[in-house]
């Protein structure tokens, strides 16, 4: 502070003509003290042990301090209502940026909202998602880790623990903080505490052995050469932290080494300082009992390696430099300053106050300072590792940059890290952390080696997180996906479904197109159905040859060739349209196959009615006076036919047109497959064309049956019954099986009942006549079949 003074002092530029004075006042860190010394300020008195005498009455303008956040809440509270500016800095509680509380409180360096931001980012950047915090029971620590673990939260961290301690604290309460980290399982910790704090806990950690922890520490300590100087057991080796970004202010090394300034200081300071950092005394006289060495006042403060001496401190340094500066440029505005400036205003600490919230301006070294609406300057720090070299010391690497106001915040660059535990690898060997070689000159054949510090491991494709009862949502178990779900990426919280035509694959990471199953061709059981089909036609196609060839003969003659030749025709196309349900449905197909089924076997079983009333209408016109014959003669039975027929094909024609089978991509049967079938559309339709056909069949089997026991030469009526039996038995039983059948089974089903009762009907029907006419030629005459008995053949 007394540098920059007397740099403003001594140039032409700011405040030409004027000379700023000040007071130093040592609160010694009591709060209470620091209050009664600002009240004593803004009273106007204050005896100073350090001053610069003014010739003018003094009157505090700005006052420049305090170091802590808790003093500086405690002193802006105090001063608000005199609106005279308070600068701190290294007070960086985000408390005091609420300008309702601390109106006049402004700041150099930045607020702890955005470190502890910044900090819960450099977690999550390294995957860090199960962590310790420790923090200092002030201000300080309590809010900025209050800020910490809110941002943690959002950004999916979890705390295992977090406690607090101060230095001032008894022995118990730090064991118990030592005992959470014994029986912790986070391999990271969040330091969130001041050096002196962080000494006191270091010295437990140390007693106790409790290294390899890999710490994350704010700009309090983690560029503090006296406290890595402090650290003989290597407990912070690695760590890594934000840091006020490295500062150069040209002349102000030389400045505070200058012997003589500090020897003419007036008071007991330069003697405090000198005897501390030499560990010598003064006038030895006085104290007999103290066996320190007598100071000389000539000793060589260039070669001590102290914090104060290696400028380590340079970045608060610069931050007081700061504020001194632009306090002097709020006096320069206010007074009008140019060549001269105007000494007869009177100066109120509240127009200082609205003057250093708009100033802007860059030091000599380049830096802008300014303060927003919060009095806080922007927020940019260094990320700083701990690099231990092979003499024993701790390097302070910059490894990366964090800046509140870049669209990307967190840059890390390309320099070898350095963890707990010797973590770093160089072409998979492990190398020891100790580099003084400068092997770290040739950072691409290092390997980043990350500590791990999570409560679960990462759920891999194929898993979603379950989690685990009365943990945080960082603790959790990896459960597969179920089936007909997937997840494709890492730590998925949900399995996704696949689309319908989709099925999960083995490792549940990723849908495979389903299996579509239909009643194919190349199938063993398709191959099968269609050679029966084909195998139906021919039979059929060479009883017709027969009885077409044989068509004169009695046998062919006896009962009604037109109704023959048409039954044979009708199941030649039933054997044929069971082919139409083989193969994959279409929308042609599929309203193809029930309706020419329908329609062919209601031909069929009209012919087979036909056949049975010949047979009982030739028996009634046997009988006297009956006339029977000439209402049901040949052209009676094709109208007969005809009507029966017609009736299914307007059954069928409404059903096509209200509501026809399409083909349907059924999912419910099978879970991995697709089963491609028919719907029938309108369930109305379809069991109207299946009723239809049993009634007729039914109606068929009832006339049969009437007639089983008319003379022997018409009894065609018993093989009727017969083939209407079977017809009946085949349906019937299809009804359930159908039902029941998945899939492709319920088509083969339909196919078989289709086949099954056909060849009941060329059977049994059929097949006698055909034995007579090829195996027994010389029954095939009118007298056998007029004689009795050879009716067992027909």
């Known amino acids: 502070m007394v540098f920059a003074i007397e740099e403003i002092n001594n140039r032409t530029d700011l405040l030409p003509g004027l000379s700023l004075g000040y007071k130093i006042y040592d609160s010694c860190g009591s709060i209470a003290r620091a209050v009664r010394v600002a009240l004593a300020l803004a009273n106007g008195d204050g005896d100073s042990p350090l001053d610069e005498p003014c010739i003018r009455p003094a009157q505090v303008q700005a006052i420049v301090g305090e170091t802590a956040s808790s003093p500086c809440m405690a002193i802006a509270t105090v001063i608000g209502p005199f609106h005279i500016p308070l600068?701190?800095?290294?007070?960086?509680?985000?408390?005091?940026s609420d300008k309702v509380k601390y109106p006049s409180f402004l700041r150099t360096i930045p607020s702890d909202y955005y470190q502890s931001r910044a900090l819960a980012q450099l977690v999550k950047y390294f995957g860090w998602t199960w962590v310790g915090a420790i923090r200092t029971n002030d201000d300080y620590g309590n809010n900025g880790m209050a800020t910490f673990t809110e941002t943690a939260r959002q950004l999916g961290i979890c705390l295992e623990f977090s406690v607090s301690f101060f230095r001032m604290d008894p022995p118990d309460k730090l064991k118990k903080i030592?005992?959470?980290?014994?029986?912790?399982?986070?391999?990271?910790?969040?330091?969130?505490?001041?050096?002196?704090?962080?000494e006191v806990l270091i010295h437990q950690l140390s007693h106790h052995n409790l290294t390899g922890y890999q710490w994350v520490g704010t700009e309090s300590w983690i560029f503090d050469s006296q406290m890595a100087a402090m650290d003989q057991t290597h407990i912070l080796d690695g760590a890594i932290g934000l840091a006020i970004p490295k500062a150069h202010v040209s002349g102000m090394r030389e400045f505070m080494l200058d012997i003589k300034r500090l020897n003419t200081s007036g008071d007991d300071t330069f003697r405090l300082f000198w005897e501390t950092l030499f560990t010598c005394q003064f006038e030895r006289a006085n104290s007999s009992g103290d066996k320190r060495r007598e100071c000389s006042g000539f000793e060589d403060l260039s070669s001590v390696q102290k914090t104060f001496t290696d400028m380590s401190l340079m970045p608060i340094f610069n931050n007081v430099y700061k504020a001194v500066y632009a306090v002097a440029h709020a006096l320069h505005d206010i007074l009008g300053c140019n060549t001269t400036c105007n000494t007869n205003l009177q100066l109120q600490p509240f127009t200082i106050l609205r003057h250093l919230k708009k100033i802007r301006f860059r030091t000599k070294e380049g830096d802008e300072v300014y303060f927003n609406e919060n009095g806080d300057p922007t927020a940019k720090y260094e990320i700083i590792n701990w690099q231990p070299t092979v003499n024993g010391t701790v390097k302070f690497v910059t490894v990366g940059l964090y800046d509140a106001s870049a669209n990307k915040q967190l840059n890390l660059n390309n320099r070898t890290l350095i963890w707990a535990k010797n973590s770093h690898k160089v072409s998979g060997v492990c190398v020891p952390q100790l580099i003084a070689k400068r092997v770290y000159k040739f950072p691409y054949i290092f390997v980043m080696q990350v500590p791990v510090s999570?409560?679960?491991?990462?759920?891999?494709?194929?898993?979603?997180?379950?989690?685990?009862?009365?943990?945080?949502?960082?603790?959790?178990?990896?459960?597969?996906?179920?089936?007909?779900?997937?997840?494709?990426?890492?730590?998925?919280?949900?399995?996704?479904?696949?689309?319908?035509?989709?099925?999960?694959?083995?490792?549940?990471?990723?849908?495979?197109?389903?299996?579509?199953?239909?009643?194919?061709?190349?199938?063993?059981?398709?191959?099968?159905?269609?050679?029966a089909s084909l195998l139906g036609s021919c039979l059929t196609a060479a009883v017709a040859f027969v009885y077409f060839k044989n068509r004169k003969t009695p046998i062919v003659r006896a009962n009604n060739s037109e109704l023959s030749f048409l039954l044979l025709l009708s199941l030649f196309l039933c054997f044929l349209c069971s082919l139409t349900f083989i193969g994959r449905p279409t929308e042609w197909s599929c309203m193809l196959r029930h309706t020419a089924?329908?329609?062919?076997?209601?031909?069929?079983?009209?012919?087979?009615?036909?056949?049975?009333?010949?047979?009982?209408?030739?028996?009634?016109?046997?009988?006297?006076?009956?006339?029977?014959?000439?209402?049901?003669?040949?052209?009676?039975?094709?109208?007969?036919?005809?009507?029966?027929?017609?009736?299914?094909?307007?059954?069928?024609?409404?059903?096509?047109?209200?509501?026809?089978?399409?083909?349907?991509?059924?999912?419910?049967?099978?879970?991995?497959?697709?089963?491609?079938?028919c719907a029938v559309g309108s369930p109305l339709g379809f069991w109207a064309v299946l009723g239809y056909i049993g009634i007729l069949a039914l109606l068929c089997f009832v006339l049969a049956f009437l007639a089983r026991k008319l003379p022997d030469n018409f009894n065609e009526a018993k093989l009727i019954t017969f083939s209407m039996l079977i017809f009946s038995a085949v349906w019937i039983t299809f009804i359930p099986a159908y039902v029941s059948s998945p899939g492709k089974f319920s088509v083969a089903v339909e196919i078989f009942a289709i086949l099954a009762s056909s060849f009941g009907l060329l059977i049994c029907i059929f097949l006698p006549k055909c034995y007579i006419i090829l195996m027994r030629p010389e029954k095939n005459t009118k007298k056998s079949i007029r004689s009795k008995g050879t009716v067992k053949f027909l």
């Open 454 to 531: 999570v409560c679960s491991e990462k759920c891999q494709p194929g898993t979603r997180k379950v989690l685990q009862k009365g943990k945080p949502v960082c603790c959790y178990d990896c459960v597969r996906c179920a089936e007909g779900e997937f997840s494709n990426t890492t730590d998925s919280v949900t399995c996704m479904r696949c689309h319908p035509d989709f099925w999960s694959n083995q490792r549940r990471d990723a849908c495979t197109r389903k299996e579509a199953e239909f009643l194919s061709y190349k199938g063993v059981m398709g191959s099968l159905l269609t050679t």
């Open 87 to 96: 600068i701190s800095h290294f007070a960086t509680c985000a408390c005091l």
């Open 597 to 677: 089924f329908g329609i062919t076997f209601v031909l069929c079983i009209s012919c087979v009615l036909g056949k049975t009333v010949v047979v009982l209408m030739a028996f009634r016109s046997t009988l006297p006076d009956s006339h029977v014959m000439k209402w049901f003669g040949p052209l009676q039975q094709r109208l007969s036919v005809l009507a029966f027929t017609l009736i299914q094909v307007v059954i069928c024609v409404l059903w096509l047109i209200i509501a026809p089978p399409f083909p349907f991509k059924n999912f419910k049967e099978f879970k991995d497959k697709i089963i491609l079938e």
């Open 178 to 198: 030592i005992d959470v980290i014994k029986v912790s399982t986070s391999k990271v910790i969040v330091a969130f505490l001041s050096h002196m704090d962080l």
